[in-house]
């Protein structure tokens, strides 16, 4: 890039990018020279067409102590989007917090689906598992963009989660509802009956075999929280609790929709059709896998 071929003075914009790009790639992040840059764009507090404009001016020593003190952080493959504070989802920016999954490109094909499955009227949604409250707020939002008011509910196990949605849901301004819920639990009446219904039900859930854990890269592996990655022996424990319950809480003809790992696709399948769900959708990601099913109640 354009400050890797010319010297810089030192203490300069472009010389510290150089220099943040450099450790970063000696210490095996992928994204090197990128995230240097965001960086440094970040505590300019500035985009990085601005920045490129500005590469020989010196900055303070505050600042650098900044840009340094992430690079380092970074370079222990503590999560880029945890030092940022956010990441972009659907084209809307949301908070990022420790102990709460990063929301990820992948997941978006979730979301494009539902938008398309979705009625020309308004509904009953609920985003289940919704961490970041990524799902549910991004559908709530795009929907409205079409024209169409509908009633979403986001909810999940965690207080964490909880919190963060909370506060993205806010920034975004998006008028959903947020329920802390061990799955459906907060959602039956006392007699155990569901205490509502919906037309369409989201969810990326925890999918990865415990045993796998380990072998996912080290950002996710030693920073996010297992709670939202762990999916048991098989990796289907969730699945199994929510198509088990989910007739129950849909209305007729109403939706499910899942993210999947890319070889669980065969076993959701099955779990679906055996609960009574029919037209069996799956789509892949831009890498050719298997990621998002849907199906419908009958």
């Not at 990018?17 to 992928?30: F, H, N, P, V």
């Not at 240097?36 to 440094?40: D, S, V, Y």
């Not at 102990?99 to 929301?103: C, G, M, N, Q, T």
């Not at 007729?252 to 993210?259: A, S």
């Given at each position: 890039?354009?400050e890797?071929?010319?010297?810089?003075?030192?203490?300069?914009?472009?010389?510290l990018?150089?220099?943040?790009?450099?450790?970063?790639?000696?210490?095996?992040?992928?994204n090197?020279?990128?995230e240097?840059?965001?960086?440094?764009a970040?505590?300019?507090?500035?985009?990085?067409?601005?920045l490129?404009?500005?590469?020989?001016?010196?900055?303070?020593?505050?600042?650098i102590?900044?840009?340094?003190?992430?690079?380092?952080?970074?370079?222990?493959?503590?999560?880029?989007q945890?030092?940022l504070?956010?990441t972009?989802?659907?084209?809307?920016?949301?908070?990022?917090?420790e102990?709460?999954?990063?929301?990820r490109?992948?997941?978006?094909?979730?979301?494009?689906?539902?938008?398309?499955?979705?009625?020309a009227?308004?509904?009953?949604v609920?985003?289940?598992?919704?961490?970041?409250?990524?799902?549910?707020?991004?559908?709530?939002?795009?929907?409205?963009?079409?024209?169409?008011?509908?009633?979403?509910t986001?909810?999940d196990?965690?207080?964490n989660?909880?919190?963060?949605?909370?506060?993205n849901a806010?920034?975004?301004e998006a008028?959903?509802?947020i329920v802390?819920?061990?799955?459906?639990e907060?959602?039956?009446?006392?007699?155990?009956?569901?205490?509502?219904?919906?037309?369409?039900?989201?969810?990326?859930?925890?999918?990865?075999?415990?045993?796998?854990?380990?072998?996912?890269?080290?950002?996710?592996?030693?920073?996010?929280?297992?709670?939202?990655?762990?999916?048991?022996p098989?990796?289907?424990?969730?699945?199994?609790?929510?198509?088990?319950e989910?007739?129950e809480?849909?209305n007729?003809?109403?939706?499910?929709?899942?993210?999947?790992?890319?070889?669980e696709y065969?076993d959701?399948?099955d779990?679906?059709?055996d609960?009574?769900?029919?037209?069996?959708?799956?789509l892949?990601?831009?890498?050719?896998?298997?990621?998002?099913?849907?199906g419908?109640l009958?």
């Open positions: 890039m354009f890797d071929k010319i010297q810089f003075e030192e203490n300069s914009i472009g010389a990018i150089a220099k943040g790009g450099k450790i970063l790639t000696d210490a095996g992040i992928e090197s020279k990128a240097a840059r965001i960086l440094m970040e505590y300019r507090n500035e985009d990085i067409a601005s490129y404009a500005h590469l020989s001016d010196r900055l303070d020593d505050f600042t102590m900044r840009y340094m003190k992430a690079i380092r952080k970074r370079t222990t493959h503590y999560p880029f945890y030092i504070g956010y972009y989802f659907m084209d809307l920016k949301f908070i990022c917090r102990k709460v999954l990063i929301p490109f992948d997941t978006e094909n979730l979301v494009m689906h539902a938008l398309e499955l979705s009625p009227k308004g509904i009953k609920l985003d289940m598992c919704t961490g970041s409250g990524c799902i549910g707020i991004a559908y709530n939002l795009w929907r409205e963009k079409e024209g169409y008011s509908d009633d979403v986001l909810s196990i965690s207080e989660a909880i919190s963060l949605a909370t506060e806010a920034a975004l008028g959903v509802k802390q819920s061990d799955l459906f907060a959602f039956r009446n006392a007699d155990g009956t569901p205490a509502v219904k919906f037309d369409m039900i989201l969810s990326n859930p925890p999918y990865i075999r415990t045993k796998d854990i380990n072998n996912l890269i080290k950002d996710i592996r030693d920073y996010e929280p297992r709670l939202a990655l762990d999916g048991s098989d990796g289907l424990s969730f699945y199994r609790r929510i198509i088990s989910a007739p809480f849909l007729e003809d109403g939706k499910l929709i899942f993210e999947i790992g890319s070889e065969m959701v399948q779990l679906m059709l609960a009574g769900f029919r037209d069996i959708k799956r892949k990601d831009m890498s050719g896998l298997d990621r998002v099913v849907s419908v009958y």
